[in-house]
């Protein structure tokens, strides 16, 4: 499996501490689902995204869809706030590898 992580949130400092507590990988980031959207439409190795589902630009089940039909073998995480008040979890995390409540305990990704 490539050693690239994805991640998509659209706080610079969240992405900056998950970068942190990811040292070994080579981390790309990304602030928006589109901008996810393109960066997997290109060639590329990531291994796993860890995808915030709070993005605004583009519904998180979207980007879930696009990412899916661009590489349907790729590591998807998502990070949800409460995976009993989001509607749209458990058709999400058929879609998906796993999920990461938010606030993650960033010592357990390390």
């Known amino acids: 499996m490539p050693d690239k992580v994805l991640i998509v949130n659209s706080d610079q400092g969240f992405r900056e501490e998950l970068k942190d507590a990811l ?3 080579e981390v790309i980031e990304a602030a928006s689902g589109q901008e996810a959207i393109l960066f997997m439409q290109r060639a590329n190795e990531i291994g796993v ?7 605004q630009d583009i519904p998180a089940p979207d980007v879930v869809s696009a990412i899916r039909k661009t590489d349907p073998h790729v590591g998807l995480i998502l990070l949800i706030e409460h995976p009993s008040k989001n509607v749209d979890f458990q058709e999400l995390k058929e879609a998906a590898d796993d999920y990461i409540e938010k606030p993650p305990d960033i010592s357990a990704l390390r």
């Not at 995204?49 to 993005?55: A, G, K, Q």
């Open 23 to 25: 040292e070994g990988y």
């Open 49 to 55: 995204i860890l995808l915030d589902m709070t993005i």
